[in-house]
């Protein structure tokens, strides 16, 4: 949702109330048609601009790495099997499949991993050779189902912000109409009325709050102090682009080990935090709403002997 629609919609409700309240201005008969109007249009613009919270559903990176970790062991294992029978058409698909599985993005994963989970099935007794058992295929296939579910909820949310930002549109259009009308009757009262036309225009501008932002800082694990030029990469679980899951920040930390993300960015974020020499870390970030988050990853140096 634009932030941009919410301090318009806070000033738009201010002028509504302040219309409403002014016994003055309510006697004039054109006041008394088009204030109701604008308490409904105001209603609507609240209801669509209002916050929008992020439920803790599951995470996506959970059932990811469970695909990529059997389906690649799966994979490995039907391919020496189709090598050892002489099948080189199940060689080379088996091995298209879990080098796709890798590398692809979340949808095009799942069909990898299917094509590996249903060449799994046909080839249990031969798997059994490799300590490979039904219950080893039956829960790479749950985790195929629950990342199909994932991926359709988030497309699914993501269809749906886009129908509320229309509609978001299309209110504030409207509402902005009734503020050009309420100026240009103001302007009609300026001269008798001097003082209702200034608190008016004291109601009518539009105030931005502050930005809010929250912080990610990246320490070393022993000592807590910043860790300078740390790479962070933060994802969104819940939103994608081109297919692939939408990195909205990826950037170097300075001296101080932190990066903000603004808290207009509501959503469930997967940040991973990396730098030579030290081993990798990820956490889970939650901006539901505009109360500023400190999230703290620390990063263990590597013992190279």
């Known amino acids: 949702m634009k932030t941009a629609y919410l301090p318009f919609s806070r000033m738009y409700l201010q002028v509504h109330s302040f219309l409403n309240n002014s016994s003055t201005l309510m006697d004039f008969p054109i006041m008394k048609t088009m204030v109701p109007k604008m308490e409904v249009h105001g209603s609507t613009l609240e209801k669509l601009v209002g ?32 090598t050892q029978k002489g099948d080189t058409a199940m060689v080379k698909r088996i ?3 879990y080098s796709d599985l890798i590398r692809k993005s979340t949808s095009n994963k799942i069909q990898s991993a299917s094509s590996i989970l249903n060449e799994a099935k046909a080839c249990l007794t031969d798997l059994a050779n490799y300590k490979v058992d039904k219950a080893d295929v039956d829960s790479f296939e749950a985790a195929i189902v629950k990342l199909v579910e994932i991926n359709t ?4 949310q993501a269809a749906e912000r886009r129908i509320k930002q229309l509609q978001a549109a299309d209110a504030v259009k409207v509402c902005k109409e009734d503020l050009q009308r309420c100026d240009s009757f103001i302007e009609t009262v300026r001269l008798k009325h001097p003082d209702i036309y200034k608190a008016y225009y004291e109601q009518r501008k539009e105030k931005d709050n502050p930005a809010i932002y929250s912080r990610i800082r990246v320490v070393d694990a022993d000592t807590k102090q910043p860790v300078l030029n740390a790479l962070v990469t933060v994802i969104s679980t819940t939103r994608t682009k081109n297919g692939e899951r939408l990195v909205v920040l990826k950037r170097r930390t300075g001296k101080t080990g932190e990066l903000r993300i603004s808290n207009a960015e509501k959503d469930i974020f997967m940040v991973t935090a990396e730098k030579l020499g030290c081993t990798e ?10 109360r500023p988050v400190v999230l703290e990853i620390s990063l263990k140096k590597l013992n190279i002997n």
Do not use: M, R, W
């Open 281 to 290: 870390n990820s956490s889970k970030l939650v901006i539901a709403d505009s």
């Open 51 to 82: 916050v929008v919270t992020f439920s803790a559903a599951d995470d996506p990176q959970v059932y990811i790495d469970i695909v990529n970790t059997k389906g690649y062991q799966l994979g490995k294992c039907l391919e020496d099997i189709a």
């Open 153 to 156: 909820n988030n497309a699914k």
């Open 95 to 97: 091995h298209l499949s």
